[in-house]
């Protein structure tokens, strides 16, 4: 699944520098089933709990185990994990929200809570405006100076 995937990642960033728009639709097919081939064989070796498991006078589902658990979350919600194949704009991972995320909790961790809802609302606009500035490649002391001027620089949008 690993090397399937990094497969994917890598047609996908090859799409993506051709300027393409979506893989071919025979490529995706291909990953698809080649996807679904492997959740099968993982959940055919991974089979549910059977029923002798059950202790004297348990109630409820039996515990699965957690490579089933994946497996079934990875086919039941396949549209969303394999969504990148069909956007190219839809990133493979989401480290790059994540370190959007990361100054926010250092802060918290610092200073302990925000104080106010203003504050928090105001440390959110300033992080979200410096974070899409840096993404859009323009040098953020430049950038914060022309809004401190009066005459802030909008991101554009895609």
Known sequence: MKALL?????ATDQARTGELLSLTPRMRADFVDRYQALLSAGLAANPPPADQE?????????????????LERLLLQQDQVLAFLDDLTIPFDNNQAERDLRGLKIQQKVSGCFRSAWGSEAYATIRGYLATVRKQGHALLPALNTVFAGQPLYPAFA
């Not at 990094?6 to 890598?10: G, I, L, Q």
């Not at 059950?54 to 994946?70: D, E, F, T, V």
């Open 6 to 10: 990094r497969e994917m990642k890598a």
């Open 54 to 70: 059950r202790r004297q006078g348990q109630r409820g589902r039996l515990k699965q185990s957690p490579a089933r658990n994946l």
